[in-house]
């Protein structure tokens, strides 16, 4: 919270920069948020400028994770590895790419605890960059914009195990 009190939106960009290349999301999303509007007032045009530098570095951070993937040939198998998925959890990653392609992409970025896992099987398919950055974006919004939603609304989910 150091870095949103010091460089505001800036800050929040570079966080949620690194939120967005992590696979397995190791960084609690929501208390930043949450945090950063409390640090940068209330005012409309401060939590919409949290809200733009989250959404813009989650995105470029995830770009980031795919033109490793793509262009840097990064081990996409060690990357799950690191992430601590299970080859189950592996392989269902990839099958509903193969099915639903860039809407599994969609609503996987717009599920907390799934962002970034279908990157993945993204990357090493042909797919064109500039959809899957659109996606991206279209996903990361309304993650984020679904925080907003009071608790009462939300449905209830029974969480699953994909972690060894």
Do not use: C
Not at 48 to 68: E, H, N, P, Y
Not at 99 to 125: D, H, K, T
């Amino acid at each position: 919270m150091e870095a949103v009190a010091t460089y505001g939106a800036v800050g929040i960009f570079g966080i949620f920069l690194l939120e967005g290349v992590l696979v397995g999301k190791l960084i609690p999303t929501r208390a930043l948020l949450i945090g950063a509007v409390a640090l940068l007032s209330g005012t409309l045009s401060g939590i919409l400028s949290v809200f733009v530098a989250a959404v813009v570095g989650a995105t470029v951070g995830q770009l980031l994770l795919f033109g490793l993937i793509r262009y840097r040939d990064v081990d996409a198998e060690w990357l799950t590895q690191r992430a601590r998925m299970n080859s189950r959890w592996s392989d269902l990653a990839l099958s509903w790419f193969d099915r639903w392609e860039l809407s599994a992409l969609f609503v996987s970025n717009a599920l907390p605890g799934m962002r970034g896992y279908l990157l993945i099987p993204a990357a090493m398919s042909k797919k064109s960059g500039y959809h899957i950055s659109a996606v991206a974006v279209a996903g990361t919004t309304v993650y984020r914009e679904a925080r907003r939603v009071p608790r009462g609304l939300t449905p209830r989910v029974k969480p699953t195990r994909m972690f060894n």
